[in-house]
C-alpha cells in the first residue's frame, strides 16, 4: 500500500507562483512512476506531469515551460514547482502512484485557485 499525502496549494493572483508537495508514503519502493493531475470543475481528469523510476519527467502540452516536477533524494517527496500561473490552472491537484505490479493511488487533492 502507497499513501500520498499532497499539500502547497492555495488562492494565487494570475502570473503568481505556487509550489506543491506530495509525500509518499508505506510501499514507496514499488512505485514505478508519480506523477501531478488535475481537475477543474465540469472537466475530466488530466496529467500534469510525471516522473519515472528512472527520473524521466513529463509534461502536458499546457504547462510547458511554466511547471517543473522534481523529487527527493529518497524519492519519497515530489514538488510541483508552478509559474506564471493561469486561471485555467484552477483546478484540484491530485497526486497519483504507480507501482511496478499495477496497482494506482491518488491523494486527496490539493486546491489551487488562480484569480485572473
Known amino acids: 500500500q502507497v499513501q500520498l499525502a499532497e499539500s502547497g496549494g492555495g488562492l494565487v493572483q494570475a502570473g503568481g507562483s505556487l509550489r506543491l508537495y506530495c509525500v509518499a508514503s508505506?510501499?514507496?519502493?514499488?512505485?514505478?512512476?508519480i506523477g501531478w493531475y488535475r481537475q477543474a470543475p465540469g472537466k475530466q481528469r488530466e496529467l500534469v506531469a510525471q516522473?519515472?523510476?528512472?527520473?524521466?519527467?513529463t509534461y502536458a502540452d499546457s504547462v510547458k515551460g511554466r511547471f517543473t516536477m522534481s523529487r527527493s533524494n529518497a524519492k519519497d517527496t515530489v514538488y510541483l514547482q508552478m509559474n506564471s500561473l493561469k486561471f485555467e490552472d484552477t483546478a484540484l491537484y491530485y497526486c497519483?502512484?504507480?507501482?511496478?505490479?499495477?496497482?494506482?493511488?491518488w491523494g486527496q487533492g490539493t486546491q489551487v485557485t488562480v484569480s485572473s
Open positions: 508505506g510501499t514507496t519502493f514499488n512505485i514505478n512512476t
Open positions: 497519483n502512484a504507480r507501482t511496478f505490479v499495477g496497482s494506482n493511488y
Open positions: 516522473i519515472s523510476n528512472g527520473g524521466t519527467t
